[in-house]
């Protein structure tokens, strides 16, 4: 917005220019900045209340905390001497996502194992009675109650556990793919009319010209589609910024104070290793004391996660191999196999945590908080701060509620708890979906999985289209018709908007054996010429290297060599 | 035991075979030690387009079964490539896509996109809908195991029963078909199809670790044995100064040695198995390594340096190990995993009379083309100099064209 010189939300006495170029034709009753799991979140309960919703996302859906966390719904254990009511929400809220997702979620239980010795005899009494007061909450997200073993019934089921035991308490959480869990919520928005902006980012969020025929609209958002260079304008009463550990960066777009947001970036960093090594979620103890954990999840087993300051780029956040080492050091204590297990790569992303100086990483609170800008003469903008996965949809919530009251004069209650996400209606039989369509049961299940009873949709798609039975990423498995399927309908403009939905490329292979022909569907989706093809492939493999390489052994290393080499190979590119 | 020859060339990859046969038809006695697969069986069969190369390296490219020279091929990320060249198995589409049309014949392979070919490939591709299939299992077996089914002569006849059958449901006509990779690149096999069908018929390029590696190594222990290059099976261990003859060299395998007056090295960069990344803390956060080093090393003890960008590798790490963020994959385009290799100069020296080709050579690109060029020259340095040693080859041998700058 060059002619603009101080675009802001200050009250209009402060601001000089007003929308520049022509009146922004799209009219919203909210624009949501930020596509993480709290702006899909609100998206779609503002939609489902029938308000008309824009989102803003300046990456890809799921692209910061969202899509790289621990790929849990927990139900807040360690709040519980605190903040029992916090536990308890949050427990309710996961029974809610079941209800709501049945597909997405799966079993994880943890084992703790607790160590020989005077204080673990002590540990585990006290251990077992906090667990004894969970139990009173795992029913409201259909969790088993907690168990105690003996070093015996440890081992039995986890023979990899080593170092002398006095045994182990076990407690039931439920695991999801966060990514999914986004980009469902934002798919149940458009559905109700909502519009999603991906890779997409807010240059200037301005007050709109006062009208005088009492016209709702208060502010304009402004954006840059990064991938187009088009610009993007919407007009809207209410703004909502949910920009999780950017949303500093986006209150100083609207010229808001960035001290009333502030949030103290706590990166957490992922490594996944190629299988999954055990049945159970395995938690440890890292050399500072912290507690880290090996958890299977989907096919493959990761290892979590660190918790430090960040102040780096928030647009690219990456493991390194000293937080790699950490990880491995910490869970090989109680795990030693993982040292020679296979490591196909890291993730990394950074939480949103609330601010508070002179506190260490692991004390400050995940409770999480709304801010109304009415204070900082913006009325109707406000900003969701803090927060975790698991809370996500009470905190959608909290603001829908808030704002379709004071904003809107609106009284529609929430549904979406009760309203099942796309696909979430029911979980048809993936074994029946395989014989009927002719594929492996694998690949059934896995497309089941992620998309629920729209695997229906998918697979009808092959019987008019068999080609795209082709199975695009063995690994996964993943079928053109589903890489097609996310371009068509979930708004993937990238080869890697397309991993983040269906998991392509994410396998052991690194993408050597799908990038090239997703990029390929991709481009052909979006019409765009072949060697855009392999430059969205590229892309992919390069970035996906760079966040395997902190991981790498030997191995590793021969495999990279052999990715890139073949890459560079079917695309004709000499380095 | 131990043998005599003038060259031992150590690799059986591209390079390595290079660096063979041009030593041997340049008038020095060769040994070739065989270590087994390596990056060059994971071909695809695709040649990229670079500098013209020279007449030597033309020749022995045609005995490795490749045609060089502007092609197009189609690969199976389902595109048509323009390339420098190709094995000789892969139809060539490009004077067929001037004025002609060439029918893609649909299969339900895996890696197998006939319709995102013709979407891609100009006007002149056209979708055909044949039965290629004769089993349920052939819509999953490598394509090395389908192309195998082809060796039996009637089914190659039924396959051209189907074939002609689709030509004549065409209603346009077709004057070549592309197959999906099918017939093991064996252009014997492609003309003897393409006589029963009356048209050419041809393949597109392989996945690694298919056809065209195979192809390589057949069509390479074909040149080799013509070129009277003597092969050894084994791995080497290790190349040092013979005892008590600091001219010569002496090369360790696991049972037996070699005496050489020059060694060209050619066991590959890391995916062939010639370099290996091996970080101090390999496992991954066990106690601290006993030493730093550097993270790289070669699979052969032999006298040369490993460097990068032209200079010598030194420790990258910390007291904890290797930092591989710092030295790795792809800070910049160029990182220390693509170019780490051994020193040498442009024809290949790494050492008094020890060459070095292919991957294994640090900052070169790693391509095939370039990958025979360097074992080429490496090949022609190591004769001109083991020629004039031992004076025991006639002259006109010794002159052979010097390699270019």
């Given amino acids: 917005v060059p002619d603009d010189p101080a675009p802001s939300l200050r009250p209009p006495d402060a601001i000089m220019a007003i929308s520049p170029g022509p009146a922004p034709t799209d009219v919203f009753d909210v624009a949501v900045i930020g596509g993480g799991v709290n702006g899909t979140g609100v998206a779609r309960d503002l939609s489902l209340r029938g308000l008309r919703v824009v989102v803003f996302e300046r990456n890809d859906l799921a692209f910061g905390a969202s899509g790289n966390s621990s790929g849990m719904i927990h139900g807040g254990v360690r709040y519980l001497s605190q903040s029992p009511h916090v536990t308890e929400t949050s427990c309710r809220d996961s029974g809610y996502i079941q209800h709501i997702a049945p597909h997405l979620l799966f079993r994880m239980p943890f084992l703790m194992p607790i160590k020989t010795g005077l204080k673990g005899r002590i540990a585990i009494e006290l251990i077992d009675a906090y667990f004894r007061a969970y139990d009173d909450y795992q029913p409201l997200k259909r969790g088993e109650p907690h168990c105690r073993l003996d070093a015996s019934d440890m081992s039995r089921l986890e023979p990899g556990l080593t170092g002398s035991l006095l045994g182990g308490i076990t407690f039931d959480e439920w695991g999801i793919d966060g990514a999914r869990l986004c980009t469902l919520n934002a798919l149940d928005a458009i559905e109700h009319g909502a519009r999603v902006h991906t890779h997409t980012t807010v240059e200037s969020v301005t007050r709109a010209p006062p009208a005088p025929d009492g016209d709702p609209v208060r502010y304009v958002v402004e954006g840059r589609d990064l991938l187009t260079q088009e610009v993007v304008r919407a007009a809207a009463h209410v703004v909502v910024n949910a920009t999780g550990a950017w949303s500093p960066v986006t209150a100083s777009l609207?010229?808001?104070?960035?001290?009333?947001?502030?949030?103290?970036?706590?990166?957490?960093?992922?490594?996944?290793?190629?299988?999954?090594?055990?049945?159970?979620?395995?938690?440890?103890?890292?050399?500072?004391?912290?507690?880290?954990?090996?958890?299977?999840?989907?096919?493959?087993?990761?290892?979590?996660?660190?918790?430090?300051?960040?102040?780096?780029?928030?647009?690219?956040?990456?493991?390194?191999?000293?937080?790699?080492?950490?990880?491995?050091?910490?869970?090989?204590?109680?795990?030693?196999?993982?040292?020679?297990?296979?490591?196909?790569?890291?993730?990394?992303?950074?939480?949103?945590?609330?601010?508070?100086?002179?506190?260490?990483?692991?004390?400050?609170?995940?409770?999480?908080?709304?801010?109304?800008?009415?204070?900082?003469?913006?009325?109707?903008?406000?900003?969701?701060?803090?927060?975790?996965?698991?809370?996500?949809?009470?905190?959608?919530?909290?603001l829908s509620d808030l704002t379709s009251q004071k904003d809107f004069d609106l009284s529609t209650p929430c549904a979406t708890h009760t309203r099942p996400l796309p696909g979430g209606e029911r979980v048809p039989d993936a074994l029946e979906l395989a014989q009927k369509h002719g594929i492996t049961p694998v690949a059934a299940r896995r497309v089941v999985y992620r998309h629920g009873a729209r695997a229906l949709r998918i697979l009808e798609r092959t019987a008019r289209h068999p080609s795209e039975k082709d199975v695009t990423c063995p690994c996964e498995p993943v079928l053109e018709a589903e890489v097609r399927h996310v371009v068509r309908h979930e708004l993937a403009r990238t080869v890697h908007d397309v991993a983040r939905r269906t998991r392509l490329g994410y396998g052991a292979c690194g993408g050597m054996r799908c990038a090239a022909r997703c990029g390929q569907i991709v481009a052909e989706e979006r019409g765009l010429p072949p060697h855009e093809a392999f430059a969205l492939a590229r892309d992919f493999v390069e970035r996906q290297a760079t966040t395997r390489v902190v991981a790498m052994g030997p191995e590793q290393a021969r495999q990279e060599a052999l990715t890139l080499a073949h890459l560079r190979a079917s695309m004709g590119i000499e380095r | 035991m131990s043998g005599v020859a003038a060259i031992v060339v150590v690799g059986a990859g591209v390079a390595g075979s290079g660096a063979a046969i041009a030593a041997a038809q340049a008038g020095a006695r060769v040994t070739l030690v065989d270590g087994a697969a390596g990056a060059s069986t994971l071909w695809t069969g695709a040649i990229d387009a670079g500098?013209?190369?020279?007449?030597?390296?033309?020749?022995?490219?045609?005995?490795?079964?490749?045609?060089?020279?502007?092609?197009?091929?189609?690969?199976?990320?389902?595109?048509?490539?323009r390339v420098g060249g190709h094995e000789a198995g892969i139809l060539d589409l490009l004077p067929l896509l001037q004025d002609r049309t060439v029918g893609v014949v649909r299969c339900e392979r895996p890696g197998w996109h006939a319709s995102a070919l013709v979407r891609t490939g100009g006007s002149g591709l056209v979708l055909l809908d044949a039965t290629m299939l004769r089993l349920v299992d052939e819509r999953l077996v490598p394509d090395a195991d389908f192309a195998a089914r082809h060796d039996d002569p009637d089914r190659?006849?039924?396959?051209?029963?189907?074939?002609?059958?689709?030509?004549?449901?065409?209603?346009?006509?077709?004057?070549?078909?592309?197959?999906?990779?099918?017939?093991?690149?064996?252009?014997?096999?492609?003309?003897?199809?393409?006589?029963?069908?009356?048209?050419?018929?041809?393949?597109?390029?392989?996945?690694?670790?298919?056809?065209?590696?195979?192809?390589?190594?057949?069509?390479?222990?074909?040149?080799?044995?013509?070129?009277?290059?003597?092969?050894?099976?084994?791995?080497?261990?290790?190349?040092?100064?013979?005892?008590?003859?600091?001219?010569?060299?002496?090369?360790?395998?696991?049972?037996?040695?070699?005496?050489?007056?020059?060694?060209v090295l050619a066991t590959g960069g890391l995916v062939g198995g010639g370099l290996e990344y091996q970080p101090s803390e390999a496992m991954l956060a066990a106690a601290l390594p006993p030493t730093a080093r550097p993270a790289f090393r070669c699979t052969i003890d032999a006298p040369v340096r490993l460097g990068a960008h032209g200079r010598p590798l030194e420790v990258p790490g910390t007291i904890f190990g290797v930092a591989p963020e710092s030295i790795a994959w792809p800070l910049s385009r160029d990182a220390l995993m693509d170019r780490v290799g051994v020193l040498c100069d442009e024809a290949g020296h790494a050492a008094p009379r020890l060459y070095a080709a292919g991957e294994l050579v640090a900052d070169t690109p790693r391509t095939w083309l370039r990958a025979l060029e360097s074992g080429v020259r490496a090949g022609l340095a190591a004769a001109r100099e083991t020629v004039k040693v031992t004076g025991a080859h006639p002259a006109s041998h010794a002159q052979a064209p010097a390699s270019r700058p």
């Fill in chain 1, 254 to 398: 609207g010229g808001l104070p960035q001290a009333r947001v502030r949030v103290r970036p706590g990166k957490g960093i992922h490594v996944v290793l190629d299988r999954r090594l055990t049945n159970y979620g395995i938690l440890s103890e890292a050399i500072d004391g912290r507690q880290i954990f090996l958890e299977p999840w989907q096919n493959v087993s990761i290892l979590g996660t660190t918790d430090d300051d960040y102040y780096g780029d928030l647009d690219d956040v990456r493991a390194t191999s000293e937080e790699v080492r950490y990880l491995v050091q910490g869970v090989a204590r109680v795990f030693p196999s993982v040292r020679t297990a296979r490591a196909i790569g890291t993730y990394a992303g950074v939480r949103p945590t609330l601010y508070a100086y002179g506190k260490p990483e692991d004390a400050l609170s995940r409770e999480h908080e709304i801010v109304d800008h009415a204070a900082d003469g913006s009325p109707g903008v406000y900003s969701m701060i803090g927060g975790k996965l698991a809370s996500y949809r009470i905190f959608s919530q909290e």
């Fill in chain 2, 51 to 81: 500098a013209d190369p020279s007449d030597e390296v033309r020749a022995v490219a045609g005995r490795l079964g490749v045609v060089l020279g502007p092609s197009a091929i189609a690969t199976t990320t389902g595109l048509v490539r």
């Fill in chain 2, 156 to 263: 190659l006849g039924w396959l051209s029963d189907r074939l002609r059958s689709a030509l004549q449901r065409a209603g346009r006509p077709v004057h070549a078909l592309l197959l999906p990779p099918s017939l093991g690149l064996d252009r014997a096999r492609a003309d003897e199809l393409s006589r029963l069908v009356g048209i050419p018929c041809g393949e597109a390029t392989g996945v690694p670790g298919g056809p065209p590696g195979l192809r390589f190594e057949r069509a390479r222990n074909r040149a080799l044995a013509s070129a009277g290059v003597a092969v050894v099976a084994g791995r080497a261990t290790s190349v040092a100064t013979a005892a008590g003859n600091p001219d010569r060299w002496t090369v360790r395998l696991e049972d037996r040695e070699l005496d050489a007056e020059a060694v």
